[in-house]
């Protein structure tokens, strides 16, 4: 089973920067997407960012606001999400996902890092 590990949640204040990680047990990305996703209190599920980890290209949804960068290290097989000016609407459980498009039905979830945004 594929198991995805996030960290670097907490509370930070308003305008404040955070980069959240994830990585990925799998022996190898190759084929595999790799997307963020937040879900806050009241809100439906907001997708931000996704990668194509054979390409290396990036897609971000209107939440990232150009404020939110997505990146990898490939070696590690992690991923990162650099979250700068932060605001209160960015308070949220963020999770990362894995779907590997040749084997997989379904996508795989990390059990999420709680961002708090408040001053």
């Known amino acids: 089973e594929v198991q995805l590990v996030e960290s670097g949640g907490g509370l930070v204040q308003p305008g404040g920067s955070l980069r959240l990680s994830c990585a990925a047990s799998?022996?190898?990305?190759?084929?595999?997407?790799m997307t963020w996703v937040r879900q806050s209190p009241g809100k439906g599920l907001e997708w931000i960012s996704i990668i194509n980890w054979n390409s290396g290209q990036i897609w971000y949804g209107r939440s990232a606001k150009g404020r939110f960068t997505m990146s990898r290290d490939e070696a590690s097989k992690t991923m990162y999400l650099q979250m700068t000016g932060l605001e209160s609407e960015d308070t949220a459980v963020y999770y990362c996902?894995?779907?590997?498009?040749?084997?997989?039905?379904?996508?795989?979830w990390g059990q999420g890092t709680q961002v708090s945004v408040s001053s």
């Open positions: 996902g894995n779907w590997n498009y040749v084997v997989d039905s379904s996508w795989y």
């Open positions: 799998r022996f190898s990305l190759v084929n595999n997407y």
